[in-house]
């Protein structure tokens, strides 16, 4: 977990980037149990014969998928409010999946910070500019507006 940041540091860095993660590995294992967990097993994931007769030219990871990933990227990228007690997932806005992952690609996060807006007593809703981007390609995986809420102690 990144070190944390005063709600001072966190106003001061409206409109910068926060960093980036670690690439990650997608590979179809990885794809063939999210396709399990959900019951999504479209052929475009799941199947490299039929996929790579297609356009796509072989399997890609669902877009649910690669936004599931966000929890674990997001790790690498979302500093913690200082006295936070808990960092809810409060969700997205203006998301879109602009391109596929291949089974096999790497992708990362990319995070800049939007805005910290109080909510209440003890209560930040913070907004993120977030993409996935994909290695090799110019144009991320996923774009949108992720809002986390931080609530502190006090």
Same mark, same amino acid.
């Given at each position: ?5 005063? !709600?001072? &540091? ?11 993660? +670690?690439?990650?590995?997608?590979? =179809? &294992?990885?794809?063939? @149990?999210?396709? &399990? ?5 479209? #052929? ?5 014969? @039929?996929?790579?007769?297609?356009? !796509? ?6 877009? #649910? ?26 969700? #997205? +806005?203006?998301?879109? #999946? ?5 089974? /096999?690609?790497?992708? @990362? /996060? ?12 003890? =209560? ?22 992720? !809002? ?7």
């Amino acid at each position: 977990m990144l070190p944390a940041l005063t !709600l001072t &540091d966190y106003q001061a860095r409206i409109g910068t980037e926060l960093g980036r993660s +670690d690439w990650l590995i997608v590979n =179809q &294992d990885m794809i063939d @149990r999210f396709a &399990d967990l959900t019951g999504d097993h479209q #052929f475009i994931h799941v199947d490299p014969v @039929r996929a790579a007769a297609t356009p !796509l030219g072989g399997t890609v990871a669902h877009g #649910f998928l690669t936004l599931s990933l966000l929890g674990a990227l997001g790790m690498q990228m979302v500093p913690p409010l200082s006295g936070a007690a808990m960092i809810i997932n409060y969700g #997205f +806005d203006r998301l879109r #999946f602009i391109t596929p992952v291949r089974s /096999g690609g790497r992708i @990362r /996060g990319a995070l800049s910070l939007l805005g910290v807006d109080a909510k209440g007593a003890g =209560q930040h809703l913070i907004r993120y500019a977030v993409t996935v981007e994909v290695e090799g390609s110019e144009k991320p995986a996923l774009a949108a507006e992720w !809002l986390v809420m931080m609530v502190t102690t006090g």
